[in-house]
């Protein structure tokens, strides 16, 4: 029988999405035909409060003691994006699937805590954990017709350039952890690139800065709402991600309900020192394949390949028990040396 936690994954393999994470202007033109963002629903996410440093490296955020996942969403530091009216019409056409906020709750339950949990180590908005929701509908194995992979939508050549390997046996656009990092990574310089605003830097990602930058010389502005040239899917881009975080925040104001998410890890990651493959991992963790590749689609052939990361996304009951059988084995890796990563589970530091 199926894990809750799987029986949330495998649907959502399902459907293959469009996507948008910006590659040079030669994978993406931006005065192409583009008239929706990358998934079918979007939204965008409303400013939240600000950021309390607790003592040196992580930040703590508001929210982050609560026992309510949406709470460490809701009330991590602001966006700073100035309000528009076009954010409250795209809350309201949204909130006409009266089962939206449900619906978006069983897609992002498997990946939510790993995805906030890496942007609160690299101390960036909490809100930007809803970013995949408009890229792919929380998808790992999302492709567009351009090319784009994953959940964050990489296109190949700004994938390469975030460090996300792709040959013949893997694609780390696909990797959940790795490409949340690269991800993580490329709005960061696009944040700093576009001088610290982030409606112009989630702009940057969708159509690429080179568009975005045709776009402010044009109107000589730097106000995103300014920017009625850019293409109509990236003008559509910041409003529904600040729509789906308005939704997230004020459900009852919509109509709608938001199951409460346990503030706790769902996936696990488990470093091994060489290849290891799906099928051992089965026999170890009394799972399917089949389970784990829906876990693990970065992994092309089943197994981890010849050069690393030699990791595994378990459910996180599983990880103890993957971790005991690959120490037996000799290959239980430290996962600090394994690939720099300072995550022996998903969401722990």
């Not at 994978?27 to 600000?50: F, I, K, Q, T």
């Not at 009330?75 to 795209?90: A, K």
């Not at 309900?257 to 091994?272: F, G, I, K, M, Q």
Request: charge should be positive; include cysteine.
């Amino acid at each position: 029988m199926l894990s809750p936690l799987l029986l949330l994954v495998l649907p959502a393999l399902a459907c293959l999405l469009p996507g948008c994470a910006s590659g040079p202007d030669t994978e993406r033109a931006p005065g192409s035909d583009l008239r929706s963002v990358s998934a079918l629903e979007y939204g965008y996410v409303r400013p939240a409060a600000d950021v309390k440093v607790a003592g040196r490296g992580r930040m703590a955020y508001a929210g982050s003691n609560s026992d309510d996942l949406w709470d460490r969403v809701r009330h991590g530091p602001s966006l700073g994006i100035r309000h528009d009216t076009r954010v409250d019409r795209m809350a309201q056409s949204m909130a006409r699937n009266p089962n939206y906020l449900t619906d978006l709750h069983r897609r992002a339950r498997p990946y939510l805590h790993l995805i906030v949990e890496e942007l609160e180590r690299a101390r960036v908005p909490t809100a930007l954990a809803l970013l995949p929701e408009v890229e792919s509908r929380y998808n790992p194995r999302a492709i567009s017709p351009k090319a784009a992979s994953g959940m964050w939508q990489f296109m190949p050549y700004t994938g390469t350039r975030m460090g996300l390997t792709q040959n013949s046996s893997y694609d780390g656009r696909n990797d959940v952890l790795a490409s949340t990092r690269g991800a993580i990574r490329y709005l960061r310089e696009l944040y700093s690139e576009m001088g610290g605003d982030w409606a112009l830097a989630l702009a940057s990602y969708n159509c690429g800065p080179a568009c975005v930058r045709r776009a402010m010389r044009r109107h000589g502005s730097s106000d995103f709402w300014a920017l009625t040239s850019l293409p109509a899917e990236t003008r559509n881009y910041v409003p529904k991600l600040l729509a789906v975080l308005e939704l997230v925040d004020s459900p009852q104001r919509y109509g709608q309900r938001l199951p409460r998410l346990p503030n706790a890890p769902a996936l696990e990651v488990v470093y091994a020192k060489n290849p290891v493959s799906l099928s051992q991992v089965a026999q170890h963790c009394g799972l399917s394949v089949q389970q784990l590749q829906a876990l693990n689609p970065g992994l092309k052939l089943g197994r981890t390949p010849p050069a690393g990361p030699h990791r595994v996304l378990v459910p996180v009951e599983k990880g103890q028990q993957l971790r005991k059988a690959l120490a037996k084995a000799g290959n239980l890796a430290n996962p600090s040396l394994a690939d720099g990563s300072r995550v022996a589970r998903a969401g722990r530091s």
